[in-house]
């Protein structure tokens, strides 16, 4: 009688815990995807949700604005003066879909695109071009990188 009494409570407090597990808390300033065996099902709008739990994934992607540094780099000028250049930019996932399965990892494909397209921006200026135009260099950054990134879903609001 004990033992049956025992396997009860230890099945109940299992079936609680499996359920417990499906519950999903998704944040203001969050987007989640919901995943069910391996097949993509829809979005999380933020609240409370509730999922099956074990065959369900959920992804969570953050809506606010991210600020990511370009690491410095030395460029050549068009007048083959060396310099260092670096970078801020300030990103925002538009599409959660996008970012999430057009590309592995939007931040650093972002990060690698910026130094890429910074690299060339500059060096197809002259040195003394670099020091006036800084508005007009980051101006030419974020409009490449926006149409760029725009295929996974980021917006470049700022660099």
């Known amino acids: ?7 009860t409570v230890l099945l ?3 079936i609680i815990l499996i ?10 300033y969050e987007q989640a995807l919901k995943i069910r065996l391996g097949r993509y099902v829809g979005r999380l709008n ?7 739990p074990i065959i369900t994934q959920i992804v969570k992607l953050d809506l606010r604005t991210q600020v990511m540094e370009v ?8 007048d083959n003066s060396p310099t260092n250049v670096n970078a801020i930019v300030y990103i925002r996932v538009i599409d959660p879909e996008k970012a999430y399965f057009e590309v592995s990892n939007y931040k650093l494909a972002t990060v690698a695109l910026a130094q890429t397209s910074l690299r060339g921006t500059i060096g197809d200026m002259e040195l003394d071009e670099i020091l ?24 470049i609001e700022r660099v």
């Open 1 to 7: 009688m004990v033992l049956i009494e025992t396997i």
């Open 12 to 14: 109940i407090i299992i």
């Open 19 to 28: 359920f417990a597990r499906g519950v999903v808390i998704v944040q203001p």
């Open 46 to 52: 933020p609240g409370f949700s509730w999922v099956i």
């Open 71 to 78: 690491p410095s780099q030395e460029v050549i000028t068009k």
């Open 132 to 155: 006036y135009n800084r508005d007009q260099i980051n101006t030419r950054l974020r409009d490449m990188l926006d149409k760029e990134t725009d295929q996974w879903g980021v917006k």
